[in-house]
């Protein structure tokens, strides 16, 4: 394999994670306010469905991403209401939205199956699409790409160096704490709910209108199951779950690429990676067994092993607060 | 509060229910079908003759089994998402009997049903292992386990187990008729295996409700710490709770490879482990309501199989009107969460208007 090879390998995992970061972007801000949305996977596939639809059949691609920003906030705030108003489990609200998402899309997505359609063109951003190695891999895509590269930035600028980011992430850790300090606790989970989950619809629209373009049933069935494992490998950072979300799409390249050079093994061997890979780095980051693995470790690589495997849930994370 | 329930009250259960009715038929009209006419092709495909009714009873024992699994890891406070790998890990346990193994026919069928069983239980032991051992929440181990097993089928199917005449993708050669569970008229119901799935769910019930063992799962579930202060050991009660869910769980995935089909297929559960979590959710984790739902549910699903076939509309419509029923009752099902949140926004307007 020569250089340019590679470098378009890099720049298709780039592509290919794109809609995962938007998502687990959206998601890391919902679960840092305090509301865990599970209705993820079948909140992608009915906005990836409307995204397609909308864009269409007006012919507008912006309308598309914002028809499928409108059906993830939706979502988003049904399990927001169920949660802090009705006093209900997001967990189950979460399950069933999502199993709920995923019927409707194959129920109303039935005559728009594998029509061609409008698509986000490829725009290469002058100057920086010529540095070496870089430019070929990062600014040669889509907007979508840039959308996702700016958005991972715009997060974690926002929930680490910003008063309101502050104020979000108390809403999460010490709701009690920033309710008695004036902190519109329930406001805040609201707002922050509703625009994580119409950033994950917006990932939806990644998928169908960019990454995989167009619409079949369960056609990013299992992504939004994928992106809320990244969230909790990621340790609630943007940052880390951009890089899970590329280190997932890596691997996914990987398998395509050894499939080829090794027709011979069963190809479920390599669609079974990403969910080996869920499981082992799930038991990494749950420091039941990234503990005594640790311990062993030398002396010098503890600390930036621990930093990089450490993953605490915000405190308040799914709990319901009594405001009045 | 008044002492006599309003008639609002009064009707609250029904409400659900109808505004689910009244959205799938809003789905029918968008779609340009007649919804009184599919509504009819639906009872007409879960209870028009015979053997409709068979056909939906032989649906329900698989789905009254992982039902009444979860009731149990439920009770422990577990949400066993990875009941579908369960059941497909229990088809393809009882499959590899069916498949490799000859005995007299007193033995041969036991042996299959104890196979699937076994191969339930440690799908479901691997989630729970993941879960207290390596702390792993079992949603996400579940969700992982599940898709390994799908992938496991496809391989089995493709591979080692694909029929003489070459591999179909579809499913292994149908099993000799000495493996395969006695059907009922002509159908694709065993007597058999709803005579188990009753005894299963008498057994869960039995537990539940009158064993110590019940007693501690509960405890368990309804708060960790204490019940560790108990003295009741958290790992073993959930291990227990998992096994005995899966095993449950992977019976039926037996009982689907053994009479509702005849061999290891692509999709051989099709969903039914989400399924039963649905049913126990929507009957709110209460014993005696989990078989009638499941029952509904079996009736919904089979008549939106003939809605499919008459109207080419995607049987995923009695998904939805299933879901949405179940997502309307968890939202609105309490009466008086329900009614204090309108108050309170009827107060807080007030109050807003008498202030400007």
Not at chain 2, 315 to 327: C, E, P, R
Request: net charge positive.
């Amino acid at each position: 394999m020569d250089s340019t090879q590679l470098i378009a390998i890099l720049g298709s995992i780039v592509l290919q994670a794109a809609p995962l970061i938007i998502a687990v972007c959206g998601e890391t801000i919902s679960e840092r306010a305090g509301v865990i949305n599970l209705s993820m996977d079948g909140s992608l596939l009915l906005s990836a469905l409307a995204g397609f639809v909308a864009a269409l059949l007006t012919g507008s691609l912006l309308l598309g991403f914002l028809a499928a920003a409108a059906v993830g906030a939706l979502f988003a705030a049904i399990v927001a209401f169920g949660s802090l108003h009705l006093r209900q489990n997001q967990v189950a609200i979460g399950f069933v939205l999502a199993m709920l998402g995923d019927s409707l899309s194959a129920f109303l997505g039935q005559s728009y199956t594998r029509l061609p359609g409008p698509s986000v063109p490829s725009w290469h951003i002058p100057l920086l699409k010529d540095i070496p190695v870089l430019g070929p891999i990062f600014f040669r895509q889509d907007a979508v790409v840039y959308f996702a590269l700016l958005l991972v930035l715009v997060t974690w600028w926002f929930l680490f160096r910003t008063r309101a980011g502050l104020e979000l992430r108390s809403a999460g850790e010490r709701p009690e704490a920033a309710f008695s300090r004036g902190v519109a606790v329930r406001k805040l989970r609201y707002l922050y709910a509703i625009l994580g989950g119409a950033l994950v619809g917006m990932a939806g629209a990644a998928y169908s209108l960019s990454v995989k373009i167009g619409w079949a049933e369960g056609h990013t069935r299992g992504m939004g199951w994928i992106a809320l494992a990244i969230v909790i490998f990621g340790g609630w950072s943007p940052v880390r779950g951009a890089i899970g979300a590329l280190l997932f799409g890596a691997t996914k390249a990987l398998a395509t690429l050894l499939q080829r050079s090794f027709p011979q093994v069963a190809l479920v061997a390599f669609n079974a990676i990403p969910w080996l890979l869920m499981i082992v780095v799930l038991l990494l980051v749950s420091g039941k067994l990234a503990a005594p693995l640790l311990a062993r470790a030398p002396a010098a690589l503890r600390r930036p092993l621990r930093s990089l495997l450490q993953a605490a849930p915000p405190a308040a994370l799914g709990q319901p607060l009594d405001e009045s | 509060m008044s002492a006599k329930p309003s008639f609002l009250q009064r009707i609250w259960p029904l409400l659900p229910g109808l505004a689910a009715l009244l959205i799938t038929t809003l789905l029918l009209v968008v779609m340009g079908t007649d919804p009184i006419d599919a509504y009819l092709a639906m009872w007409q495909g879960a209870f028009g003759s015979s053997a409709r009714i068979y056909s939906v009873l032989a649906f329900l024992v698989p789905l009254l089994l992982a039902a009444s699994g979860l009731l149990l890891t439920f009770k422990a406070g577990l949400w066993n998402i990875g009941i579908e790998g369960q059941i497909i890990m229990g088809a393809i346990a009882a499959s590899w009997v069916a498949l490799r193994v000859q005995l007299p026919a007193g033995l041969q069928i036991p042996l299959e049903l104890l196979a699937a069983m076994a191969g339930g239980a440690v799908w479901a032991l691997l989630a729970g292992v993941l879960k207290t051992r390596g702390g792993v929440h079992e949603i996400f181990g579940g969700l992982a386990l599940n898709n390994l097993a799908i992938l496991f089928t496809n391989y089995l199917i493709a591979g080692p187990w694909q029929p003489p005449e070459g591999g179909s993708f579809r499913g292994t050669q149908p099993f000799g008729a000495h493996a395969l569970l006695p059907l009922f008229d002509n159908s694709r119901l065993s007597l058999l295996s709803l005579a188990l799935a009753v005894l299963a769910f008498a057994g869960v019930a039995l537990l539940l409700t009158n064993s110590h063992w019940g007693l501690r799962l509960k405890a368990l579930g309804q708060n960790a710490r204490s019940a560790f202060l108990l003295g009741v050991s958290s790992q073993r009660e959930l291990l227990l709770a998992m096994a005995l869910c899966g095993a449950l769980a992977g019976l039926g995935g037996g009982v689907r490879v053994l009479s509702w089909f005849d061999s290891l297929r692509q999709s051989i559960s099709g969903g039914i482990g989400y399924l039963a979590l649905m049913v126990v959710l929507l009957a709110g984790f209460r014993l005696v309501l989990t078989p009638l739902v499941a029952f509904f549910f079996s009736a919904v699903l089979n008549g939106s199989i003939t809605l499919q076939l008459r109207t080419q509309l995607h049987s995923a419509l009695g998904d939805i009107l299933t879901g949405v029923l179940v997502l309307l009752v968890l939202l609105f099902g309490n009466y008086t969460r329900v009614q204090r949140v309108v108050l309170r926004a009827a107060q807080a307007a007030r109050r807003r208007l008498s202030d400007g």
